[in-house]
């Protein structure tokens, strides 16, 4: 009769001070932590050390890059990949832990959970963000992360994936300044991955996929009903989309006067 299953968590940080002990304290069950920091400035890894002795010190080299290489410093059966920001809730702690105890399953190779996020303190239930369920549970000798410096995905190629109750707490933004840092930062990553897939883009690009970013979250998948939380995740949303695409265009141009000698 086969034991217990051992959990690895692995967390990519920089500059996460100020929330990562609220994350990693909701993984005191886990056999191990593992935290690979891209060199933060603040006092991160001085938190990560309270909980942990893995931490690594790895230089930025885009999201998918640096969540591979925390999963392949993890050693347990199972793993869970978190952000910084995220916090496993208490059903989801308990579920987590039956899931290992359990006989080993070869029906799921992975799990899906879902993730409520926190917008400026408002919990928010409709628009884009409404029922997001996020690949994060997975057999470590299942899964690898895609190299994608943004919007990075997990992969399980051969194996089957399933749905485990309880839930991920998403505090990605605390207040409107971190939104709107997140949309300079998400769009310019975004148009630079874009650029080196060979997409170009035109006003018109920019202005007809913002506005429809905004029509679908509000709109269509009912973020109106979050109220004025609602249309703020809509607004950042479209920004963010209009931007990156402005920002793509901008690539070309440069690249063109780069070519034809005109600065």
Not at 219 to 228: E, P, T
Not at 252 to 259: G, V, W
Request: with cysteine; charged share 20%; hydrophobic share 40%.
């Amino acid at each position: 009769m086969q034991g217990r299953q051992t959990l690895s968590v692995v967390i990519i940080t920089y500059n996460e001070g100020h929330r990562l002990g609220a994350c990693l304290s909701s993984v005191q069950f886990a056999d191990e932590i593992i935290v690979v920091d891209a060199e933060s400035t603040d006092n991160t890894v001085a938190i990560a050390q309270a909980y942990t002795d893995k931490i690594y010190i790895q230089p930025w080299q885009g999201f998918g890059h640096q969540k591979q290489i925390a999963l392949n410093y993890a050693k347990g059966d199972w793993v869970l990949s978190l952000d910084a920001d995220e916090i496993v809730s208490p059903s989801l702690q308990v579920n987590i832990q039956k899931q290992l105890t359990m006989p080993f399953d070869t029906t799921y190779s992975g799990y899906y959970i879902t993730s409520v996020t926190d917008f400026c303190g408002t919990k928010i239930r409709h628009g884009d963000w409404r029922s997001d369920k996020k690949l994060r549970l997975f057999k470590r000798n299942k899964g690898t992360f895609t190299p994608d410096v943004v919007h990075e995905r997990l992969v399980i190629p051969d194996g089957k994936v399933g749905f485990l109750p309880g839930h991920l707490s998403h505090f990605s933004y605390p207040n409107l300044a971190t939104a709107l840092e997140k949309v300079q930062r998400y769009s310019t990553l975004g148009a630079e991955k874009k650029w080196a897939a060979g997409k170009k883009a035109s006003f018109f690009t920019a202005l007809s996929h913002g506005l429809w970013a905004f029509f679908r979250g509000y709109v269509l998948k009912g973020g109106f009903l979050d109220g004025v939380a609602g249309f703020l995740v809509a607004f950042s949303r479209m920004e963010e989309t209009f931007y990156r695409y402005m920002k793509l265009r901008e690539l070309s141009l440069e690249a063109t006067q780069q070519k034809t000698g005109v600065l």
